[in-house]
C-alpha cells in the first residue's frame, strides 16, 4: 500500500523568512510522481510543484523548491521569501498509477506580518 | 467560466432529502474525479471517470451515486446521507485518464452539512 505522512499539522513563519514543510512517502513502485498542492482559504486547491521519481534534479517553481530525498523516501517543501499571500494548507500526493492520487493530511502554514 | 466549477458551494440537507452536486470542467479533460474532504483525514478518492465510463469506485457507499453524462460533467447523487458524510467534496479533472503523473485540476468544493 501507498502512504504519504505529512508530520505537521500547522507551522509559522514570519514574513520574508523561508520555511520547510515535510512529507514523507511509501511506495514500492519504482515510476511515480510527488507534488504539493496548495489549497488556500477560498477552497480551490492549486498545484505548487511536481516532481517526476526518475529525475535527481530537484524542482523549482519561483519562490518554490523541493528538496527530493529517494532512498529516505522524503519529499520536503522550501517556500522562500514567504508572503502573507502564502498562507493555506498544503497537500502532499503521490501518484505512480493512472488514477490512483494518495495526499496526506496536511499542513496549515501561518504567515506573520 | 474558466477551470472546474462546482455547484452549489453550500449544501445543508436532512437525512431524508435527495440532493445533487454538479461539476464542470471547461479545460478539456478526460477524467474527473470526486473526493471527500474532511478535517484532520487526507483526502479520500470517491470515484473516477475517464472518457464518462467510471474507472474506480472506492467502496463508496451506495447512498452516493456518481453521473458523468460527457467528459465536461460529473454529477454526485445524494439520498439518505448520515451526518458522518458532512464533509468539503471536492471535483477534479485531468487531461488523459490513462496518463501517469498528470496534475489534478481542482474546483472550489461542495461544503456539505447533513442534519
Known amino acids: 500500500a501507498q502512504t504519504v505522512t505529512q508530520s505537521q499539522p500547522e507551522m509559522s513563519v514570519q514574513e520574508a523568512e523561508t520555511v520547510t514543510l515535510s512529507c514523507t512517502y511509501d511506495t514500492s513502485e519504482s515510476d511515480y510522481y510527488l507534488f504539493w498542492y496548495k489549497q488556500p482559504p477560498s477552497r480551490q486547491m492549486i498545484l505548487v510543484i511536481r516532481?517526476?521519481?526518475?529525475?535527481?534534479q530537484n524542482a523549482t517553481e519561483n519562490r518554490f523548491s523541493v528538496n527530493f530525498q529517494k532512498a529516505a523516501k522524503s519529499f520536503s517543501l522550501k517556500i522562500s521569501d514567504s508572503q502573507l499571500g502564502d498562507a493555506a494548507m498544503y497537500f502532499c500526493?503521490?501518484?505512480?498509477?493512472?488514477?490512483?492520487?494518495?495526499f496526506g493530511t496536511g499542513t496549515r502554514l501561518k504567515v506573520l506580518a | 467560466e474558466t477551470g472546474v466549477t462546482q455547484t452549489p458551494r453550500h449544501l445543508v440537507m436532512g437525512m431524508t432529502n435527495k440532493k445533487s452536486l454538479k461539476c464542470e470542467q471547461h479545460l478539456g479533460h478526460n477524467a474527473m474525479y470526486w473526493y471527500k474532504q474532511s478535517a484532520k483525514k487526507p483526502l479520500e478518492l470517491m470515484f473516477v471517470?475517464?472518457?464518462?465510463?467510471?474507472?474506480e469506485n472506492n467502496s463508496v457507499p451506495s447512498r452516493f451515486s456518481p453521473e458523468c453524462p460527457n467528459s465536461s460533467h460529473l454529477f454526485l447523487h445524494l439520498h439518505t446521507l448520515q451526518p458522518e458524510d458532512s464533509a468539503l467534496y471536492l471535483c477534479a479533472s485531468t487531461p488523459n485518464g490513462m496518463g501517469k503523473g498528470e496534475t489534478q485540476y481542482f474546483g472550489p468544493g461542495t461544503r456539505l452539512l447533513v442534519l
Open positions: 500526493a503521490l501518484t505512480s498509477g493512472t488514477y490512483k492520487y494518495i
Open positions: 471517470y475517464n472518457f464518462k465510463e467510471q474507472t
Open positions: 516532481q517526476e521519481a526518475y529525475k535527481q
